[in-house]
């Protein structure tokens, strides 16, 4: 583990022998058919810290990168700049370079003067060159200030702790431990298989939810290296990427410590409740939610062709779409946290066609009515289901999103008013033995969790991924994985793919003993430090920044102090610092003073005379004028 | 990679560079194993690389792309084989043996520093596959600006052997007469992520697509709204007048008995709406119009996507159009019903027609194809129907992610590959505790 604590070199002065390689690149006319790149070079060549300055047709290409690998080797430069594409592109290549030739790769610049210069200034050739001879000289100050850094190595406890214990958690743990990684799966009831335990039937093969988590508990059980804890929580959550502190306190008030390189967040989620009285629920007798009616299919009331609910026999069921999703302000009363429930919850449709398929299959003769403001079965093999709930007679009416439909109890039956857009607006009265109430997935209560590591939440209170196109199963907090429907609605496989996926997430953080991460995180000087906490209230990754007790001259001084392993190099603290005491390693504060002093210079005499430099520039400014030709 | 024998070994196969195919050999090569990644384009990168932005974030698709294919194309535990076909997999003692071909790209790669001479010396224009025919390419090009890897291609069909590429070339790596290549891998394991197909522009001839020079499918609709697409602007195809009415065909490929594709093709809801907010950007004073059977917004942002767009007066009209005609300045006239005024049929005027087509399987395993795979009535790769293991196929051992296994947006192929590289890597996993003797001859 590199020295975190000390405080990075950033003044030029105190560096000693600076030589600096600059290399411009062609881009094979991409640059130079637009920016004069060896006029760049020829310029930047009369700056005090470069020793050499060239320009080339390709400098990504093995030759472009031997010019470099050979002055290294030569001993004629120990800083480079290469002036090319966007960094995001070959940045890593050219620290390689440096690498290979025995370089610490740190000691790196890479400056855009492709999409920020030649791509952008196509009409102006001449003041092309200038802004890139600018941005080029910028590059130079910067690395001539740039301290030789090396990556935080933080070892790897090769363990996982998988919270939540319903088919994503008992799934991740599953592909973890046949990948020969060790798993406490922890669980807060006194079973596995949550949710997906309670179904009567599964799609598409219609085994019981109870056999499906019977089929993964198997492949758990075998497994020794996976520990179960059920009745089980998390009451506090330590530590970073690859050495993770959790306790683990059971029913009985028992607290254990289990420690983990990666967590994986398999909490789940809640049905949504209707509140009292909406849609008849909780007031009329007939109404009831999909989770409940599935219940009833489960219990064996629905038997030789009859369905008994009570001392009722139903005849007809009206299943009402969308009960807790996409609700419209101002139409649904708002949840608790002031806010409608505005996203879809996916799984309902074809969930709800499901139920309708297996009423229509055991008890033909019941008259099925489906409510809804859209159909949404996406999936492989759902769209079947509603073609042929169709085609065996449940009429499907389509509500206007602001109007949903209106339940009223009349003598012991309800019935459903709504308008169907799909005969024009028709006003419809619908008497139905009984109301399935279609609800939808809410994110369960889990704060607490939350709480301990400011876990990134929604919108929409789900817990949130990085980005939700590219890393759908990473967190920000790094080192934590999301699996299945504590992130958004999913059903039953696509929880199995997000747990698999977190599964190899895990695996590939604890792939090998030690982690390596990034340099560019956050110094405290803590002599110039003063113990303000601005820095403290615009950290946002808990534990990254605190304040501790330092012994100053006999007495007690509170003094901030950075965690490198959680720290995200974001700089949000060296922002706010009235002494400039914290500094981001590789992006110091006088690194961009030195290059803003190089962009926006606009003479010899205004850099000559810039307090914070030790000699003239004066060569420099003559080539700018030099260049425009 | 023993490049004299054309012969690899690797503990995984994985057939397919687009997204699902980078993700899936990305999270077996970062937790050590060894990937063979082909690909029979000549750039990796799939669809994705060609769209404009994505839903629901908007982000800029080769911004995102672009480095997923730089960090598998760079990986030090991946082989990339691109113009590469798979010819057959089969079974061997302890895993699988597959014989790939190569073919010429008439440019010897090593020597290659994609300087692009030979583009710009050559003389013939062909229509541009990556725009979808809307540009032009040189009959010698590198496929696209980010294509990975930036190596041109001679079109050998094109080209007029005036020998003026080889004359530009710094490096004199174009080769006339080069020849296929045979590579053989063996590999443990192996995951297909075949890509998909858009169902054709004239499956519904009363849609006039491929006749009508102002209905445009989806893709080309992408390729007008990127900002390096071929025309810089959204323009009509037939005149170069900026449209200022467009309209959405939902469902134009999917749901639909009469064209064999019942289901339900799961993006095109949510492409239809993104190019509409897209459109509203460029084209302020544009009128958009979605004609739909139900919007389905059904991922993790979507709805709330879906809304903003109607909130920003882009028309969502629920109506199937039953026919679409052209008139003298190809103008398009759409019949349809809406289903919230019960005016009756009538017949709408538009600029500009996007048929929102679906998607259908690009590869189908058939009896004596490549690798002995079934699949299902629709098309797509057969699954057991366990939803527990979502990336198992008929066959042990192979596995399948993305739209190989039915339609699915980017982020459900990436999850989907990424559960595919945990199921693949516990096999090789599995492989090795039975084999040890053999797992270790062959490391």
Redesign the interface.
């Known amino acids: 583990m590199s020295d975190i604590n000390a405080v990075p070199r950033t003044d030029k002065a105190a560096a000693d022998d600076v030589r600096v390689g600059v290399y411009v690149c062609h881009c094979?006319?991409n640059i130079s058919d637009v920016v004069d790149t060896a006029a760049v070079a020829d310029a930047l060549s009369h700056h005090p810290d470069v020793a050499i300055a060239r320009d080339y047709?390709?400098m990504c290409?093995d030759p472009g990168q031997s010019l470099i690998v050979d002055d290294i080797k030569a001993g004629k430069i120990n800083r480079v700049v290469v002036a090319a594409c966007s960094p995001?592109?070959h940045e890593?290549t050219f620290r390689k370079a440096l690498e290979r030739a025995g370089l610490n790769p740190y000691l790196y610049e890479h400056v855009n003067i492709r999409e920020q210069t030649s791509w952008v200034h196509k009409g102006d050739h001449e003041r092309a060159t200038r802004k890139a001879i600018r941005l080029t000289a910028a590059g130079v100050e910067k690395v001539a200030r740039q301290d030789p850094l090396e990556s935080i190595a933080v070892d790897v406890v090769p363990h996982v702790v998988v919270i939540g214990g319903g088919?994503a958690g008992m799934?991740a743990a599953v592909?973890l431990a046949?990948?020969?990684i060790g798993v406490t799966l922890i669980e807060a009831s006194d079973r596995l298989g949550g949710r997906v335990a309670e179904l009567p039937s599964?799609?598409?093969?219609e085994?019981t939810g109870e056999d499906?988590i019977r089929?993964?508990r198997d492949h758990l059980f075998v497994e020794p290296l996976i520990e179960v804890r059920l009745r089980s929580r998390v009451t506090a959550m330590e530590g970073h990427v690859g050495k993770f502190r959790l306790l683990v306190t059971d029913a009985d008030g028992a607290s254990a410590e289990v420690r983990a390189g990666a967590i994986i967040l398999a909490t789940g989620f809640d049905h949504y409740r209707p509140a009292d009285g909406e849609l008849g629920y909780g007031t009329s007798p007939s109404v009831m939610t999909l989770p409940e009616f599935l219940g009833v299919l489960r219990d064996g009331s629905l038997a030789n062709g009859e369905l008994r609910i009570g001392q009722k026999t139903v005849k007809s069921i009206a299943f009402i779409h969308c009960v807790g999703s996409?609700q419209i302000e101002g139409v649904h009363a708002p949840q608790a946290d002031g806010k409608v429930n505005?996203?879809?919850s996916?799984v309902c449709c074809t969930a709800t066609l499901h139920a309708i398929r297996e009423v229509q299959r055991r008890c033909p003769d019941i008259a099925i009515y489906d409510l809804h403001k859209?159909?949404?079965?996406?999936?492989?093999?759902?769209?079947?289901l509603y073609?042929q709930a169709s085609r065996d007679g449940a009429l499907f009416f389509?509500y206007p999103d602001e109007e949903p439909p209106v339940v009223a109890d009349r003598s012991g039956a309800a019935v459903v008013t709504t308008k169907d857009?799909?005969t024009?607006?028709e006003e419809l009265e619908i008497p139905a033995d009984l109301v399935v109430l279609a609800t939808g997935m809410q994110p369960r209560d889990i704060s607490d969790l939350i709480a301990m590591r400011k876990l990134p939440v929604?919108?929409?209170r789900?817990l949130q991924e990085v980005?939700?196109?590219?890393r759908?199963?990473e967190m920000a907090v790094n080192g934590v994985v999301l699996a299945g429907a504590c992130?958004?609605?999913v059903?039953?496989?696509?929880a199995?793919?997000?747990?698999?996926?977190?599964?190899?997430?895990a695996?590939?953080l604890l792939?090998?003993p030690v982690i390596e991460l990034d340099p560019f995180v956050a110094h405290v000087q803590e002599d110039l430090c003063d113990g303000c906490e601005l820095c403290l209230a615009e950290c946002e990754y808990q534990g990254a920044l605190t304040m501790v007790e330092v012994q100053n001259d006999g007495g007690s001084v509170r003094r901030a102090r950075v965690n490198p392993a959680l720290c995200a190099g974001c700089g949000a603290c060296a922002a706010v610092c009235p002494p400039r005491a914290i500094n981001v390693a590789g992006w110091t504060l006088d690194q961009f003073d030195a290059m803003v002093d190089a962009i926006v210079a606009e003479d010899v005499e205004s850099l000559a005379r810039s307090e914070r430099r030790a000699r003239s520039f004066a060569p420099l400014a003559v080539t700018i004028g030099e260049a425009s030709r | 990679m023993d490049p004299e024998n054309g012969r690899l070994q690797a503990d995984v196969l994985v057939v397919g560079a687009g997204i699902a195919g980078l993700q899936a050999s990305l999270?077996l090569a970062?937790?050590?194993y060894s990937v063979a990644l082909v690909e029979r384009q000549p750039s990796i990168g799939g669809t994705m690389i060609n769209l404009s932005k994505?839903f629901?974030?908007l982000?800029c698709a080769s911004c995102?792309t672009?480095?997923?294919m730089?960090s598998a194309a760079?990986h030090p535990n991946i082989d990339l084989f691109t113009m590469t076909e798979v010819q057959a997999i089969s079974r061997t003692d302890d895993g699988f043996e597959a014989s790939l071909v190569k073919k010429p790209r008439f440019i010897e790669e090593d020597q290659c520093?994609?300087?692009?001479?030979c583009e710009e010396a050559c003389s013939v224009f062909v229509p541009d596959e990556y725009d979808h025919g809307l540009g032009a390419r040189k009959a010698i090009s590198i496929p696209f600006t980010n294509a990975i890897p930036q190596y041109p291609v001679l079109d050998e069909e094109a080209c007029m052997l005036c020998g003026a590429c080889a004359k530009a070339c710094?490096t004199q790596c174009i080769n006339f007469v080069q020849e296929p290549r045979s590579i053989a891998v063996e590999a443990k394991a192996v995951i297909v992520t075949t890509c998909f197909d858009l169902t054709p522009m004239d499956a519904k001839k009363e849609y006039g697509g491929g006749i009508y020079p102002n209905v445009l499918s989806p893709l080309q609709m992408e390729r007008l709204l990127a900002p390096h697409g071929p025309y810089g602007a959204v323009l009509r195809p037939s005149d170069g007048k900026t449209p200022d009415s467009i309209a959405y065909v939902q469902c134009a490929g999917s749901?639909d008995l009469s064209l064999g594709v019942?289901?339900?093709s799961?993006v095109c809801c949510m492409y239809a709406i993104k190019q509409a907010m897209l459109l509203s950007g460029s084209l302020p004073i544009a009128d958009i119009t979605i004609y739909y059977m139900?919007?389905?917004?059904?991922?993790?942002?979507?709805?709330?996507f879906y809304?903003n767009a109607r909130a920003m007066g882009i028309n969502f009209v629920?109506a199937k159009v039953a026919r679409i005609r052209e008139d003298e300045d190809h103008n398009l006239l759409l019949r349809i019903e809406r289903?919230?005024?019960?005016e009756g049929p009538e017949e709408v005027q538009h600029d500009l027609v996007v048929l929102s087509l679906g998607m259908v399987p690009a590869w189908k395993p058939t009896p004596d194809g490549m690798i002995p795979l079934q699949a299902d009535g629709?098309g797509?790769l057969r699954l057991p129907?366990?939803?527990?293991?979502?990336?198992l196929t008929t066959m042990d051992g192979v596995f399948a992610a993305g739209v190989a296994?039915?339609?699915k947006d980017?982020?459900?192929a990436?999850?989907?590959?990424?559960?595919a590289?945990?199921?693949a890597?516990?096999y090789v996993?599995?492989a090795r505790r039975s084999a040890p003797a053999l797992a270790g001859a062959t490391r």
Not at chain 1, 491 to 494: H, K, L, N, S, Y
């Open positions: 094979g006319g047709v390709f290409s995001s592109l890593l088919i799934s592909a046949e990948r020969g599964v799609y598409p093969t085994q499906l089929e993964l996409r505005d996203y879809c996916r859209d159909i949404r079965t996406y999936g492989r093999g759902h769209e079947d073609l389509r857009v799909l024009w607006g929604g919108a929409d789900f980005h939700p196109k590219l759908p199963v992130q958004g609605p059903d039953i496989g696509e199995c793919a997000a747990a698999q996926t977190a599964a190899a997430k695996a590939i792939s090998k | 999270d970062d937790q050590g994505v629901p974030t982000d995102i672009t480095p997923r730089a760079h520093i994609g300087c692009r001479r710094p749901r019942p289901y339900c799961r139900d919007i389905r917004a059904f991922g993790k942002g979507y709805e709330q809304q629920k289903q919230d005024t019960g629709d797509f129907q366990s939803p527990l293991w979502p990336n296994t039915g339609p980017i982020v459900d990436i999850t989907d590959a990424g559960a590289a945990m199921a890597a516990n996993e599995r």
